[in-house]
């Protein structure tokens, strides 16, 4: 396998926890040209969480968030459970599992998130979502009225987003809904700006797909995936601007799967991270870095992670700390960002 991951996604029931993308429309765009750009960034190793080691605690990690008491939470997609660490690599404890009690997973996809208040939100089954305090303690399910969601965030339990890849009613084509805490939809914003009329329904629920991220001032940033178009809305739903990325390579499908040219998008204090789908090259895939408030783009780094492993997230804390992970050898890894 070369650094192009394939992902599927199936038209109803995911058979498969990678899912993914979308393309989107604004009114106004910041173009990026990459031929002037510098590696601005580099990464020193800091700490590895290997899934292998302990027999009786295994993982693949898929996605990670961390609260505000430093705790570290693992998304594992195939035990279904939560494995919970400090920022120093210690093991705290796990919640979740298999199975369709209240607190179970049924299918636990890789998008999840934390909001203000470490209340974490996580998608079960492809249009529930499963709510749990940072202690790991179950409190409730809600279920918007879509058929899919692709990724969540939240400031808090008022103000959660989601993606939705498919309604149910098929009136409503904004890719970004906002719900409550009782999963009311009670906005919706952001459109895909290619005619997906004649698209399969695979193929269109691709490009429908996008990774949403909130900062602490609760402005939305949400990814085209399909063709790295980024944008910023306020929580009125009012767009603040857009980026046109540059990248040497296009999105391409084969069959039902798709190659994505960004994997994903995390906001910290000041800055707006992409990581990019493609091109990995001997030092990892390369993260673009955004000013959060203008859009420009600051430079850029690599993720230092073997290219021929699957490296499906990036989360920032503090524009200081860079996690990420290889799926395949079953290893989180915690960076320092230094400036050059």
Not at 40 to 65: A, Y
Not at 153 to 180: H, R
Not at 214 to 226: P, Q
Request: proline share 3%; hydrophobic share 35%.
């Amino acid at each position: 396998m070369n650094s192009k991951l394939k992902l599927k996604i199936s038209a109803t029931v995911p058979n498969s926890f990678f899912l993914i993308m979308l393309i989107l429309s604004c009114n106004h765009n910041n173009d990026v040209d990459i031929s002037t750009q510098i590696e601005t960034f580099h990464l020193t190793k800091q700490l590895v969480i290997d899934g292998n080691i302990n027999d009786s605690n295994l993982f693949s990690p898929v996605n990670i968030v961390v609260d505000k008491e430093n705790k570290i939470f693992l998304a594992d997609p195939y035990t279904m459970e939560i494995k919970v660490f400090t920022t120093e690599g210690d093991y705290l404890f796990d919640f979740g599992g298999k199975g369709e009690s209240p607190g179970k997973f049924t299918f636990l996809f890789y998008n999840f998130a934390i909001d203000t208040n470490n209340l974490i939100y996580f998608i079960n089954n492809e249009n529930k979502i499963e709510i749990f305090d940072n202690n790991g303690s179950y409190i409730k399910t809600i279920k918007p009225n879509v058929l899919s969601i692709f990724d969540i965030s939240a400031y808090d339990s008022l103000n959660i987003y989601i993606n939705q890849t498919t309604t149910l009613n098929g009136n409503n084509k904004n890719v970004i809904l906002k719900i409550n805490s009782s999963g009311e939809i009670i906005d919706s914003f952001g459109y895909v700006n290619t005619d997906l009329t004649d698209f399969e329904i695979w193929k269109a629920k691709h490009y429908r797909s996008c990774a949403i991220d909130i900062d602490n001032e609760g402005f939305i940033y949400y990814s085209s995936i399909a063709d790295y178009n980024i944008f910023k809305f306020n929580q009125n739903g009012n767009l603040i601007y857009s980026i046109k990325g540059d990248i040497p390579f296009d999105v391409e499908f084969e069959d039902h799967t798709i190659i994505p040219v960004v994997w994903d998008l995390c906001v910290s204090e000041k800055y707006l991270y992409v990581l990019w789908g493609q091109e990995g090259q001997n030092n990892g895939n390369r993260v673009d870095v955004y000013n959060k408030n203008t859009g420009d783009l600051i430079g850029y780094f690599h993720t230092q992670l073997p290219t021929d492993e699957r490296n499906p997230f990036i989360e920032i804390i503090n524009d200081d700390i860079f996690y990420t992970c290889s799926f395949d050898s079953c290893k989180l890894y915690q960076f320092k960002i230094i400036w050059d």
